[in-house]
């Protein structure tokens, strides 16, 4: 049980990591939602109905705030965690 909170603590921790240092509104929506899934499964292990209500509110909201940003930034090529300046935001946020 120590591990599976460990593992969440860390997908939670990586998601704000990857919505921070990423430019690009695909990735960051990708790391929202592993954000709110592994904060919502913390919740989980104790108040079950609340985790579930919190998962389809974040991620109603969660997608209505991906599609506005695409439609803003609708780049044909965009940024990847692999670039060079997504690593280098990332090691400095870390």
Do not use: K, Q, T
Not at 51 to 68: A, E
Not at 75 to 81: L, N, V
């Amino acid at each position: 049980m120590i591990e599976f909170v460990l593992f969440l603590g860390l997908c939670f921790v990586l998601g704000g990591l990857s919505v921070a240092s990423n430019p690009s509104p695909y990735y960051g929506a990708l790391g929202l939602v592993v954000g709110a899934v592994a904060g919502c499964g913390w919740l989980s292990l104790g108040v079950s109905f609340v985790s579930l209500v919190l998962v389809m509110v974040y991620l109603g909201g969660m997608l209505v705030v991906f599609v506005y940003s695409v439609s803003l930034a609708a780049d044909p090529y965009p940024e990847a965690w692999a670039n060079w300046s997504v690593v280098g935001y990332g090691l400095g946020i870390g």
